[in-house]
């Protein structure tokens, strides 16, 4: 199975502020990650997919970007619904593996 | 826009069978997408189960491939989930969800349903 080992875990982090998560494919996937935003209680968002393309109707704020088998969420500006946990997911191989998540807290 | 919907009983005894159906609307089951079943057991993380094609073709999680069976059904565009011998680390919120062919993700989730296993 792919690991996909995200991080950090938490962090902490002010409204206005650059926000930047990693994960790191325990091999090659190509661009074949998502990034998904879920807050509590709620289902899981899609952001991103193919690494760096926005889903539609998400803020531009949001960015993926990839190098090699490392993978990064970027939220340029972060805003009071934006505090949730983020997961990214890979779905190159079966089977489809998740991240372990990063909470963003206030 | 598409909807999902999960349903089924919210509560089953170990060793029994969870059973859930997941109801489209807003789009064709027989499109060129990808039904799948995704669980999150209480304050964890998310872990895929599998998921089907309208033809009936499935990928399962080999952890839990054993125990599943996925199914279509064509006529009242829904979908569906079987895991057997289920025990109390079965217990999670299971959520449909819609992933489009190619490059994209699993854009469409249902609101999920808790499955709880217990006596």
């Known amino acids: 199975d792919i690991q996909m080992t995200q991080s950090p875990s938490s962090l902490s982090a002010s409204v206005g502020d650059r926000v930047t998560i990693t994960c790191r494919a325990s091999q090659d996937i190509s661009n074949w990650l998502a990034w998904y935003q879920q807050k509590p209680e709620k289902a899981p968002k899609s952001l991103i997919y193919g690494a760096s393309n926005l889903q539609t109707g998400v803020p531009s704020r949001f960015s993926g970007s990839r190098s090699g088998t490392d993978f990064t969420l970027t939220i340029s500006g972060l805003q009071p619904e934006d505090f949730a946990t983020y997961y990214c997911q890979q779905y190159s191989y079966h089977p489809l593996t998740f991240g372990g998540g990063t909470k963003v807290e206030i | 826009q598409v909807q999902l919907q999960e349903s089924g009983p919210g509560l089953v005894k170990p060793s029994d069978t969870l059973s859930l159906t997941c109801a489209v609307s807003?789009?064709?089951?027989?499109?060129?997408?990808?039904w799948g079943w995704i669980r999150q057991p209480p304050g964890k993380g998310l872990e895929w189960i599998g998921y089907i094609y309208y033809s009936g073709s499935a990928y399962y999680n080999p952890s839990l491939k054993s125990r599943v069976i996925m199914s279509v059904d064509t006529s009242k565009n829904q979908f569906s989930l079987k895991l057997n011998s289920v025990t109390a680390v079965d217990t999670a919120v299971y959520y449909c969800a819609r992933k489009k062919g190619g490059w994209y993700d699993f854009d469409s989730w249902g609101q999920g349903t808790l499955v709880t296993v217990s006596s």
């Open positions: 807003g789009d064709s089951i027989s499109s060129d997408n990808w």
